[in-house]
Structures are given as structure tokens and as C-alpha cells.
């Protein structure tokens, strides 16, 4: 005898998104991020005022699809702003010594909330509105770039990408940042927008990022994220891009 009544499969509980990031306004500087295309892969970005001179902002990209990516990137956010506020809000820190802290615990969260292991290179960094400072770590990530009135430095991996061992740790290292300068940071998918025509089989890579921020003209954050991701979209054909593209700055102006 067969059941007029059939059973049905549970709804799928409802995804969580991150919060969306609304930047914090800093004294005598500009920070935005910019991103085009459809969200994805795991790109993510965040700021959050951590002390009334302090303003911890990052940029991270988590292996894998979005949608199967939303937990952990939640997870990743709430101890970026959490404990990233409890440690950096403390009087008299040690700021390298909080950024490895902060880092080690959100490696340990992509960890216990990773069926598997989710690769996760991070720049994470604490800018000092009074001093025009900049304490980082670069986990595996793409280089930032540091323009001032020297050129353009790279400010190169310290550690290996977050979410692979327990125990990994990264250097932060502290770097001024002079009036006028600007740091840029960018994903990799920014670095891997294949070329067409004459530079089909290329990347826009590195340098092309670099050629670009060597000639912007000194602006807003926000315009220019706009003109790198502009330029690699342009270098691409303007083809639809299958990987995120997000580009993040902070600019120094007084």
C-alpha cells in the first residue's frame, strides 16, 4: 500500500553572506575597494576602525566557489572584526605582535571550519592615522605595492597563506607611508586576466599592475581601483572575467 503523503527533502538552510564593508572615514587619508563581475570565487575584502587612531582593513581570497565558501568567509570576518578589535583597541600594543595574533587566529578558524583544507592567502594590515604608519602581513598573497616618492616597492610574502597548518605564522613588519603615498593591493585574478589578440597567452601580471600605478595620478582610493581594474579588463578584451578581480587601496594625502 502506498502513501498518499510523501516526505520531503529539508529546505536548504538560507546562505550567510559577510557583512557588506562600509569603509571607515581616516583623517588625512582615503581607503575604497573596488570589484567587477559577479562574486564568484573567494575573494573578500573588510575595514573596520579598531581605536580612535587605528583602522585594520585586509584583503583575502579563500580556494574555492562562493557558494560553497559563504560559511567560512563569515566565520573569517567575525574574528577580522572581533578579535581584531579587542586586540587592537588594547593601550600601549605591540602591533606586530597583535597582527600575528589576529593572523594566527583566523588561520585556526578557516581550519575548524573547512570540511577540507581552504588555501587562503591574506594581506592583512593596521594603518596608524597619526603616524601614517603600516603594520602587515602578507600570507601568501599577491605583492602589495607601496608608491611614495621613491618608486614602487613590493611588500612581498611573510608567511605561507592562511587555512593550510595550525601552527603557520607570518612576519608583520611596520613601513611609513609619506603624504602622497598610496598602497594597492590586488587578487589574483586581477594578476592572471589573459591577454587577446597580440597578447593572447599572456598575463596582465604584476608589472602590468605596476605600470598602471606607476602613471595614475594621485586621486581617491576609489578612482584608482577603478583604473587598475579598468586597464587589466581592457588587457583582457573586456571578456567576461571567470575568476573575482577585486582591487583595494589607501592613499595618503595629508
Not at 538552510?13 to 573596488?34: C, L, R, W
Not at 570565487?41 to 576602525?49: E, K, W
Not at 594566527?104 to 594581506?123: D, K, M, Q, W, Y
Amino acid at each position: 500500500m502506498h502513501s498518499l503523503f510523501h516526505s520531503r527533502d529539508p529546505e536548504p538552510a538560507p546562505t550567510v553572506e559577510p557583512v557588506p564593508t562600509i569603509f571607515p572615514k581616516i583623517e588625512g587619508a582615503d581607503i575604497a575597494a573596488v570589484f567587477v563581475g559577479k562574486r564568484v570565487a573567494g575573494d573578500f575584502y573588510d575595514s573596520v576602525r579598531v581605536s580612535p587612531e587605528r583602522i585594520l582593513f585586509g584583503l583575502l581570497d579563500v580556494a574555492g566557489r562562493r557558494e560553497d565558501n559563504n560559511a567560512i568567509l563569515n566565520a573569517a570576518q567575525n574574528v577580522f572584526r572581533n578579535f581584531g578589535t579587542e586586540l587592537f583597541s588594547r593601550p600601549d600594543i605591540n602591533e606586530s605582535e597583535a597582527m600575528t595574533e589576529l593572523n594566527l587566529r583566523i588561520n585556526r578558524t578557516l581550519i575548524e571550519n573547512s570540511s577540507g583544507v581552504h588555501s587562503c592567502p591574506a594581506f592583512i594590515a593596521c594603518y596608524h592615522e597619526r603616524f601614517g604608519t603600516l603594520c602587515y602581513t602578507n600570507a601568501g598573497h599577491t605583492p602589495g605595492l607601496l608608491r611614495d616618492s621613491s618608486g614602487i616597492a613590493e611588500l612581498a610574502s611573510t608567511g605561507l597563506p592562511l587555512g593550510l597548518f595550525s601552527h603557520a605564522t607570518s612576519d608583520a613588519p611596520t613601513v611609513g607611508m609619506e603624504k602622497g603615498a598610496a598602497l594597492l593591493l590586488v587578487s589574483r585574478g586581477v594578476i592572471s586576466c589573459e591577454g587577446h589578440h597580440e597578447t593572447s597567452g599572456q598575463e596582465f601580471g604584476l608589472e602590468g599592475v605596476k605600470r598602471l600605478f606607476q602613471v595614475a595620478p594621485v586621486g581617491g582610493a576609489q578612482v584608482l581601483c577603478t583604473a587598475v581594474l579598468n586597464a587589466a579588463g581592457a588587457f583582457g578584451g573586456n571578456a567576461p572575467a571567470c575568476d573575482d578581480r577585486t582591487a583595494l587601496a589607501l592613499v595618503r594625502m595629508a
